[in-house]
Structures are given as structure tokens and as C-alpha cells.
């Protein structure tokens, strides 16, 4: 939590990472209303499935 006895910019960057966690968990919330039980979606006529809420282990072309 952002203090007087922190310096300016301690407490902006406080400050960021609050906002950034309060962003994330509204957009998860909001994005949840958007997921599926598993279930295959038709987008565009085209049958399209998912595997579930399970962690995607991807990484970017780059790191390879």
C-alpha cells in the first residue's frame, strides 16, 4: 500500500501494480461468461472445440 514514507516512485509503481491486478480480475470475471464447458463452438460454420481451463505451456517462436 502506498505510504508517505515511501518514495515517489515506490509508490507509483505500487500504485501500477495495484491497478494492474484490480484490471485482471475484471477482465477474468468478464471473460467468464464467454467460456465453455468443454463443448465445441461454431464460429463462422466452422466446428471449433477446446480443452478445457487447463494452463497452456506454449512458448514464443523466439525462446525455441
Known amino acids: ?5 515511501k ?3 515506490e509508490q507509483e509503481e505500487e500504485i501500477a501494480e495495484l491497478a494492474a491486478t484490480f484490471g485482471r480480475m475484471v477482465t477474468e470475471q468478464l471473460l467468464e461468461k464467454f467460456d465453455t464447458q ?3 463452438l461454431l464460429v463462422q ?3 471449433t472445440t477446446s480443452k478445457g481451463k487447463q494452463k497452456k505451456n506454449t512458448l ?5
Do not use: D, K, N, Y
Not at 514464443?60 to 525455441?64: D, L, S
Open 7 to 9: 518514495s515517489f516512485l
Open 45 to 47: 460454420g466452422q466446428r
Open 1 to 5: 500500500m502506498p505510504t508517505l514514507e
Open 38 to 40: 468443454g463443448e465445441p
Open 60 to 64: 514464443p517462436h523466439t525462446a525455441q
